[in-house]
């Protein structure tokens, strides 16, 4: 195998996808090519490819495919159903690839597909044209998600006319009184704020003085409600609304090419060769941004200090990789650019690969071998990763912290390490464990996929946000607009 230095690959490298994409119309299902495609559109990097390259034949199978998904939906209705003709408003403080915007879009599609009337504000935009933010919103326009400027007239009117409204983060609560002002209080009992920070510089009253008055807020782990209920509590001196915990569910979109052997072994193939990886190689990947709090540097020190171990006690194991996958070519940030220094200086380019941030990461959960959940201090407030992870079948090797800790069993459908310095040798120890023993391994991903099916799913999260829904709504029933609590 040709070294390399720290590879890096960009999968908005037109060639590449169009082979993969290729293979995939030529091999897989009709169900499994259409759900893969309709994923991979969300990367804005896709857009520039050719129309001639298959493509094109695909979107009309998308089509085709749109009429036998109405036809599974009508046998096996949504929990959602009691939306239809309700008018909701998300408003979100940002549009970008990270997971709080994303998993607010996820919602409003849920919400169209019974017939909801949805209305979508981002507060914060660049002035200039964003081709992130372009190809999202198109994305919600074409599901017939009605896009509104921040402010103005029709932000205001729709707010007030809303069943529903759902603030996306805590930042969004800055929105409440810039722009609806002094009618502020006549939509708060009916809102619902969906909290996903776990961070102690979101909690600024300026941010959250309204949260009391709310009919509800909805957080992604029983840690982080407890962490919101103790800190609003002590340091702002108000206290949390009804607060309701709902994990999160994988899309059918991704189970479809999860459960599908002949797509997974097609991508697996496609992306290690992208990586100038062999087939017995195992990998190690941490697919998240690339930042300080994401834990990447401690992974890769202890990748390194496994690779010691191993060569230490003489092991014999396939060639291991690490797989950064996250990075932003353009930023090239300090950290990352640490990153990228510190494989130089223990030499270990030919076993560190960097791949530029993206939002199908279908591909490379079926290239790798094991996912490392390395968020460090409080962790992550869920972790979707994770088990999109767990639903390919892979093993997590994650930080005793956050979400990941009512996601992963530790020792059943992963191997949980402490955060910090202080995790960086256990986590070596875990990473030569599950490359020594691939039984283990395949065991660990066996289970953490059956977790995944019993509560982990799109079904699942709807059914858990339906329930919060229908208690909000009948809240805001029982209270008048204009009564404060």
Not at 113 to 125: D, L, N
Not at 277 to 286: G, I, K, M, N, R
Not at 341 to 354: A, G, L, S
Not at 429 to 454: C, F, S
Request: glycine fraction near 6%; charged fraction near 25%.
């Amino acid at each position: 195998m040709a070294k390399h230095t720290a590879t890096t690959v960009g999968w908005g490298h037109h060639h590449l996808q169009k082979r993969w994409l290729l293979a995939l119309l030529l091999m897989l299902s009709l169900s499994t090519i259409i759900a893969f495609l309709i994923r991979a559109a969300f990367d804005p990097c896709d857009r520039n490819i050719p129309a001639d390259n298959g493509i094109v034949t695909a979107r009309h199978a998308i089509q085709v495919a749109h009429k036998r998904a109405s036809q599974i939906a009508a046998a096996d209705p949504s929990p959602l159903l009691f939306m239809k003709s309700k008018v909701v408003l998300l408003v979100s403080h940002e549009l970008s690839l990270s997971g709080g915007p994303l998993l607010l879009m996820e919602l409003a599609f849920l919400l169209r597909g019974v017939g909801a009337e949805v209305f979508w504000i981002t507060i914060t935009k660049p002035s200039e044209t964003d081709e992130v933010i372009y190809s999202l919103e198109h994305k919600m326009l074409d599901r017939g998600v009605q896009v509104l400027p921040a402010k103005g007239k029709e932000a205001i009117d729709t707010a007030l006319k809303a069943d529903l409204v759902v603030l996306n983060t805590a930042v969004a609560g800055k929105w409440l009184d810039a722009v609806l002002k002094e009618d502020v209080h006549l939509i708060l009992p009916n809102v619902l704020w969906w909290i996903h920070e776990m961070r102690g510089h979101y909690f600024k009253l300026d941010y959250v003085k309204h949260l009391p008055f709310v009919a509800g807020a909805m957080i992604d782990s029983h840690v982080t409600a407890e962490y919101w209920r103790n800190r609003t509590r002590e340091r702002l001196k108000i206290k949390m609304p009804e607060t309701y915990v709902v994990h999160l569910g994988n899309s059918k979109e991704l189970m479809q090419v999860a459960e599908d052997n002949v797509a997974k072994r097609v991508l697996r193939e496609h992306v290690r060769e992208s990586l100038g990886v062999h087939t017995e190689d195992v990998l190690f990947a941490l697919i998240n941004s690339v930042s300080r709090g994401k834990g990447q540097d401690l992974f890769l020190r202890s990748f390194y200090e496994a690779l010691q171990l191993i060569k230490e006690k003489k092991m014999k194991v396939p060639p291991l990789h690490a797989v950064i996958v996250g990075s932003d070519m353009s930023a090239q940030t300090k950290f990352e650019t640490e990153l990228r220094d510190y494989v130089m200086q223990k030499k270990i380019q030919d076993r560190v690969h960097f791949v530029n941030k993206t939002l199908t990461v279908a591909p490379y959960l079926a290239a790798i071998d094991v996912l490392v959940q390395n968020s460090q201090a409080r962790g992550e407030c869920f972790g979707r990763i994770t088990i999109e992870a767990m639903a390919f079948q892979l093993p997590v090797l994650g930080t005793a912290a956050g979400g990941t800790t009512e996601i992963v069993v530790n020792g059943t459908t992963g191997l949980l390490h402490a955060v910090g310095k202080e995790g960086v040798t256990p986590l070596a120890k875990n990473i030569v464990k599950l490359a020594t023993h691939v039984e283990r391994r395949l065991t660990i991903g066996k289970r953490g996929y059956e977790r995944v099916k019993e509560r982990f799913l799109e079904k699942h999260m709807a059914e858990r946000i339906a329930g919060v829904l229908k208690e909000v709504l009948s809240k805001s029933k029982d209270k008048p607009r204009g009564h404060l609590f």
